[in-house]
């Protein structure tokens, strides 16, 4: 299956945000989107999902409009873990992972028992079942962001949308977050967008061995896009974050295969 | 762990037996009601006619006794039910919707709307309770209609929007209430105007019961019938909307019940503050947010409370004490203690 | 030590102040001397000295501009307060009460529009005169006041007394006092023979249905002369305002067999509501609308009181009264008092009780 996203433009107001952008996602493969803060990351994902429909251009999967969906069916094709977590009402965490089958539902069905039970089995795939009867907002940074990639996956959508999903998370729990979208993409045929200001996150996924596709954007438009190691180059970097740097290659200790990491470089006149 | 176990597994019962309490608390409540009144009737006499009553379903008109069980204490209590019941489910949907915990539905305009209209019914109608009761429903609807409608003008965060009309018609239509009061008759018009701003139960019958028992148990089923997508905007529009819940028309078939409840409710009774705000709170710190368990249990307990609440207005008093006074001195003093009872776990 | 000075200066000055504002409370007293004042007992106690005759009278209180109006002076009104200028019949037999202003609403009084009146004397009620702050403005801009008040009958012919003699119409208040107690003493003669177990017990609703009459009223003075026995009376009642509530169950346990009503609309709303259908007033159909003329008979703030007195009486024992011309009586009344000749027609309309007060599009004549 693959997503296509063809000539897509937005404006907010007279404030072009996102300029004639084209580009495709298949099944099996994780877009990075990287670029600066405001280069138009998450307008993009909202467009994507649906939920900003007065863009220009086309988004469609298999030739089919998702705009021209019906609710239920376009839930059933594409997940969205948007970056703000709004719950602010006392839900245990397996409820919360049982809302993901919501589009499967009538609209005024409750969850049944198969339904309860694939929310069990995906809680105990990423290990986090010991979390279910807690309550979703007392959770830490990480453990809610694992419990929404569960409810995303139990929603069962083969293209999944994630908005800088490590945002305020401390070194750790950005590494689990990381670690179970790669076990996700290798497990499993998903088409990931993942949007993140880390350009570091595309190498480690290719390091994973998770086929990877790296699109930095920059006010609106797509500066390059491709494996990361030809996209994050010194010179694009330099373009788009306006920041002199040099990426490094090594093979960590015990580490199996070689890693690229881009570190910022300061000289005498400063970054 | 098997401690832990067998701790949530502890707590699990306790909210069930909490959960069972409150569902049977307005049962216990109406039925209380049926035992007390200024008219002295025993103990057994009320049971003898309650026996009577349910194993022939007549009773003797001649009997005032039976008369003032059946005709004057069961449709009060009844109709306490439903209005407290309405108050409570409305203000669970309303916070729920505009994820705001300080919302109820005197904050679309409705509780005014309707006042407002109850005023025009005193001022040209006379006070006449079928012309009171008209308005009241009609401009209760009319106000969120206009809140709607203000709303709408701006395309961005209807959300927003809509609290913001709402507040702006709630404003012009309390200001329209005092108008009313201003101009109204001191001598005839305004005692009837200001006990009804006060809310009461007193003086219903089944004509009232019927006016005001369809539209609350048909919006309440509606409710019901959507309380798996309100646990779905919860998440928030993002989220729910990712999910497939199309928020428009979700939110918007929510709040349309929720008025159409609060306006058969303030029809019948006058403004009763305090249950709509307090009640889903107090079920949200006991049980959870669930709407699956929030929505019956916010109406068995907003029901059970007012239907206490009215026995106290009419026993304390050799008259009736309006509602609103009691609901709000017996109420928040228990929503404190259970506030720190609680801690403010769950919310 | 200065402090000190300063103080006791400021009390003597007080205290001197005090002194000089004597005299002229002397000079009071010799109002009898001089024919343009006289000098009156207002219904709060205060004897007041006030120009005779007024030229300008606000009536700021119902009551008080029917009083007015029967002492023929009706015409000297130039304020008033809302209920009275939509008195139906009041308007037919006084028709300048449509030109006065209105000067108060909700129990607050307007000044501005008072001291464009200049106002020789206001008529107030008891509430305005328990408002400090109304009644201090009063006296800042030296707008004499009235008060207006009686509990029963005998403070209500005195008051009519008293402005008699402020409005130099003693042979009017005379007329009425003298129709008064001729009706009163007619029904005390036709009910001589009544004993304790013949009186009607009786339920009387004011203006709502669970409105009722207190102990120490006028409407529990009067009923007493026209025979019948207030359940209402002595009871737990819950006081709002100057109104008393009781409720359904309290009544249905009094089981009155009689319920008089004074606002139009509530005898149907009894008769009809099957709540109501288990006391005794109810089953046999004695619920009556009571007359409305200038006012509600026999409301607390009608001076129709002896007319209120005769029709209850024959209302309840018709037997005693076959020699009473009820009509004839109540004609006089408005024709000794207010002048006023009362056709057929008016008197099945007061009668009925179904208006008192003007609907929107009324025009003089109309009624």
Sequence with gaps: MTLSIKHLSFQYGHQIILDDISTAVEQGELVCLLGPNGSGKTTMLNCISGFEGSFDGSIEIEG?????????????????????????????????????????????????????????????????????????????????????????????????LLDEPTASLDLKNEMMVLEHISEMMLTSSHGIVMSTHDPNHAFYFAQ??????????????????????????????????????????FTAEEAEKPQSHIVPIRTERGI | MSNRNSLTNHRKTRLRMISVCIALLPFAAMLAALFLGRYPISFIEVLQRLWLGITTWHYDVQDVVAGVIFQIRLPRAILGFFVGGALAVSGAVLQGIFRNPLVDAGMLGVSNGASFGAVLGFIFFNGRYGAVILLAFSFG??????????????????????VLGGVIVSSVFSALVSFGKYIADPYDELPGIVFWLMGSLANTGYRELMIAIFPISISFFVIYLMRWRMNVLSLGDLEAFSLGVNIRRTKGILIACSALMTAAAVAVSGTIGWIGLVMPHMIRMLIGSDYRTLLPLSFALGGGFLVIVDIFARSISSAEMPIGIITALVGAPFYVFLLRRTKGRNW | MKRKLAILGLILLLAVSGCAAKPEAQHT??????PAVVTVTDSAGRTLTLPKNPEHIAALYAVSGH?????????????????????????????????????????????????????????????????????????????????????????????????????DAEDEAAAYTTFYDRIVT?????????????????????????????????PADWMKVAGGVNVSLGADLEKDGDKYYTNLEQIILWNPAVIYCNESGVSEYILTNPQWQFIDAVKNREVKQ?????????????????????????????????????????????????????????????MRGETMRLPKDYQEGQL
């Design chain 3, 29 to 34: 007293d010799n109002a009898a001397d001089n």
């Design chain 3, 290 to 350: 009571m007359p409305i003329g200038i006012s509600r008979w026999g409301h607390k703030t009608s001076i129709e009181t002896p007319l209120a007195i005769l029709w209850v009486a024959n209302d309840l024992y018709p037997d005693r009264f076959a020699d009473v011309d009820l009509q004839d009586e109540v004609r006089q009344f408005y024709e000794t008092l207010f002048e006023f000749n009362l056709t057929d027609d008016m008197y099945q309309a007061i």
């Design chain 3, 67 to 167: 009083m007015v109006s029967m002492l023929d002076r009706g015409d000297r009104i130039v304020a008033v307060n809302n209920g009275l200028k939509r008195d139906v019949l009041l308007n037919e037999l006084v028709p300048t009460i449509g030109d006065a202003v209105m000067a108060v609403s909700s129990g607050q009084i307007n000044m501005e529009t008072l001291l464009d009146q200049s106002i020789d004397v206001a008529l107030i009620s008891m509430s305005i005169y328990y408002d400090d702050k109304q009644t201090e403005q009063l006296d800042k801009f030296g707008i004499p006041y009235f008060v207006v008040d009686f509990q029963n009958m005998a403070e209500e012919k005195e008051v009519v007394t008293m402005l008699g003699k402020l409005l």
């Design chain 3, 186 to 218: 007619l029904v005390e003669t036709h009910l001589e023979t009544l004993t304790e177990d013949e009186k009607v017990r009786v339920y009387h609703s004011i203006n709502e249905a669970n409105c009722t009459v207190a102990s120490d009223t006028l």
């Design chain 1, 208 to 249: 994973r061995g998770v086929k990877t596709r790296a699109v930095l954007l920059e006010a609106g438009t797509v500066v390059s896009e491709g494996a990361p190691e030809t996209v994050l180059t010194v010179d694009n970097i330099r373009r788009v974050y306006r920041l002199g740097t040099q990426v490094l290659h």
């Design chain 1, 64 to 160: 089919m409009p998702v705009s021209e969906m019906r609710d239920a069916e376009r839930a059933r094709h594409i997940a969205y873990m948007p970056q703000k977590d709004e719950v602010n009402f006392p839900f245990a965490a397996r409820e919360v992972v049982l809302m993901g089958r919501t589009p499967y539902l009538g609209r005024f069905d409750v969850p049944g028992d198969k339904d309860r039970a694939l929310a069990v089995a995906v809680l105990k795939a990423l290990d986090i079942h010991h979390l279910a009867d807690q309550m979703y907002h007392t959770l830490s940074g990480g453990e809610r962001q694992l419990v929404r990639i569960a409810r995303g996956l139990v929603q069962g959508a083969v293209f999944q």
């Design chain 2, 141 to 162: 609807l009319l106000a969120v209609w206009m809140s709607y409608r203000i709303a709408s003008a701006y395309r961005s965060t209807p959300t927003i929007m809509l």
